[in-house]
C-alpha cells in the first residue's frame, strides 16, 4: 500500500487547525447541498467558513469574497463526504494506536514532544480531542484514497535505479522546493471551447500575478485543487516527488519564481516556487539485534488465549529459563525459532509499525510485554543495538517513496474527479451552485 510522506501528515495539521468535524447531528436548518446519501446544511457551511476564514487570518493571507470563499469550502466538504461514505461502505477504520503514530509523526517534524504540540494546539485556540479527530478523519480519507489507487501506483527498481543516475549525473546536491500551485481544472473530457476558456483564465491569473497580485489569496479563490484552502501549498518536494510535467519547468528555477501555465490531464496548473534548500546527503539507521518467540493467531481463540500464553513464558524466562530453548519448543516461527528465536539485526522499515515501537521501547537485555501485530503474537528480547551509516539504502527507499508520492499526486486528483462525477451530487443554494459541476 501507497504509504504517505511525512509532509501530509503535517498538512493534517493544518487542516485540523482550520475546520472543525461537521460530522454532527444534522440541526433543523436549510440543506445547501445533498451529496449522496449525506446532506450539508447551512449551519455546516457556516462553521466551516467560520473556521477557514479564521486560519487565513492567522496566517495573514487577504480573504476571498465571501461568496468565493463559500463555495470553495462547500467543495471541499463535498469532496470529504463522499470519500467519508465509501471508507463507511468498504469498513475501513482507523485506530487509537494510527492518530497516535500520526501525532508523534507531526510533533516529531515541528521539532517538539507531545506536550509541546498539545500546548501549540492549545494556544490556537485547539481542543485537543476535536484535533486529535481531524487527524482520525484525515487518515481515514488517506486509507481511502490510497485503497482507490494502489493498484495504479508502482515503482519499479529501474525507475530508482533511473532517478539516482541522473543525480549522480547532476554532481549537485539534490534540491527540495517548497511549491504553491493553482489549479484550473478541466472536466474528465473537455471540449476545445472548456480547454480555450480554462487556459484564457490561467493566463489572465498569470499577468495578475505577475502584476503583484497575493498568490495566496488567488490560491484560496481560484483553485480547484485540494490544497486551495492551504494557499495552493504542496509542502517541500523533491524533483521526483513532483509530476512529471512539473519537474522540467520547476528544476532550473529560483525562488519567487512563477511557473506557467502547465498544462495537465486535469487542467492547467500555475506554480509559485516559495523557498528551496539543498537535500542532506548522509544517513544513518538505528539497528537492533532481536529475538522472539512467535505464535501464529487462530480467528476461534481470542487473544487472551495467546497473551496469557507469553505472558507464562514472559514469567519462565524472567526466573531463569532459556530463551533460546523456549524459542525452539514454542515458537511458530520455523525460520526463528530454529536458530533459538534470533531474528538478526532489523531496522524499522523492515517491520511492521506496532514490532518497531516495541523493539524501539525495549531497553538492551529487557523482555518487552506480549503484543500484537497483523501477523500475530509476540514477544521479544533486545539483545544489541548499533549506529550505522545507511546513505544508499536510505537514499534508494527515499527515491522510491517520492516516486510514489509524485505518481500519487497525478492520480489523487483525476480519481476525485471521477468520484464526484459518479456520484449523486445537488447544490440546492443557487448562490453557490455551479452548472459544470451540478
Known sequence: MVRFSRQLLLSAMIVALSTASYANPKTLDSVVAVANDDVITQAQLIQQVTFVKQNLTKQQIPLPSDKVLRKQVLEHMISFSLQKQLAEKYGMKVTDADVDRALQSIAEGQKMSLEQLRAAAAADGVDFNDFRQQIHEQILIQHVQQSALQDKIKVSDQEIDDYLRVLKAQLMQPKVYHIQDILIALP??????????????????????????NFDQLAVAESAGEEALQRGDLGWRRLAELPTIFVEPVKNKQKGDLIGPIRADNGFHILK??????????????????????????????????????????????????????????????????????????KANMISPAFASTVENTPVGKLSQPFATPAGWHLIQVLERKKIEDTANY??????????????????????????????????????ADEKKD
Do not use: C
Not at 480555450?196 to 489572465?204: F, G, I
Open 188 to 213: 474528465e473530457s473537455p471540449t476545445s471551447e472548456q480547454i480555450q476558456a480554462a487556459k484564457q483564465r490561467a493566463e489572465n491569473l498569470m499577468q495578475s500575478l505577475r502584476q503583484g497580485a
Open 273 to 346: 516556487i516559495a523557498d528551496m534548500r539543498g537535500d542532506e546527503q548522509v544517513h544513518y539507521a538505528n539497528e537492533a539485534h532481536v529475538r522472539q518467540i512467535y505464535l501464529k493467531t487462530n480467528p476461534n481463540y481470542p487473544a487472551k488465549v495467546y497473551q496469557q500464553k507469553l505472558q507464562k513464558l514472559r514469567t519462565e524466562l524472567l526466573h531463569g529459563a532459556d530463551f533460546a530453548k523456549l524459542a525452539e519448543t514454542y515458537s511458530d516461527d520455523p525460520v526463528t525459532a530454529s536458530k533459538g528465536g534470533d531474528m538478526g539485526w532489523i
Open 395 to 432: 537514499k534508494r527507499e527515499q527515491v522510491k517513496a517520492m516516486i510514489l508520492q509524485r505518481k500519487f499526486s497525478e492520480e489523487v486528483q483525476s480519481w476525485l474527479q471521477q468520484l464526484r462525477n459518479s456520484t449523486y451530487v445537488k447544490i440546492l443554494d443557487p448562490s453557490l
